[in-house]
Nanobody, 127 residues
Framework: QVQLVESGGGSVQAGGSLRLSCVAS????????MGWFRQAPGKEREGVAS??????TTYADSVKGRFTISQANVNTLDLRMNSLKSEDTAMYYC??????????????????????WGQGTQVTVSS
């Protein structure tokens, strides 16, 4: 069972940048689909970005062109966030799903499809 630990959150002013990292307890590159999700108070958890086992990436429309997801090394997932806005304020979570599942026909990439989660890291953007 893979364990995930996020770091890198903090408080920044609008227009600033942050880099979140998610360190896994085992090798994840090409073995797990990985994703970043966020949840603001009173709102549902939403997908931010994801990377499949073949390295292909997807982004929420709200972050396209500003956020970049990447595998920094075999067990570390990064999320580089630029041009931050107040609406990016949320708890950010790293998530993983084994390749055997995320490569299946039933995979949707929604939050409830991921079965491993980190504890989250808070991002606060002030305007």
């Amino acid at each position: 069972q893979v364990q995930l630990v996020e770091s890198g959150g903090g408080s920044v002013q609008a227009g600033g940048s942050l880099r979140l990292s998610c360190v896994a307890s085992e090798w994840t590159t090409s073995r797990y689909c990985m994703g970043w999700f966020r949840q603001a108070p009173g709102k549902e958890r939403e997908g931010v970005a994801s990377i499949d086992t073949d390295g292909s990436t997807t982004y929420a429309d709200s972050v396209k062109g500003r956020f970049t997801i990447s595998q920094a090394n075999v067990n570390t997932l990064d999320l580089r966030m630029n041009s931050l806005k107040s609406e990016d304020t949320a708890m950010y979570y790293c998530a993983a799903a084994a390749k055997s599942y995320c490569s299946s026909d039933s995979w949707r990439g929604a939050a409830d499809d991921y079965n491993y989660w980190g504890q989250g890291t808070q991002v606060t953007v002030s305007s």
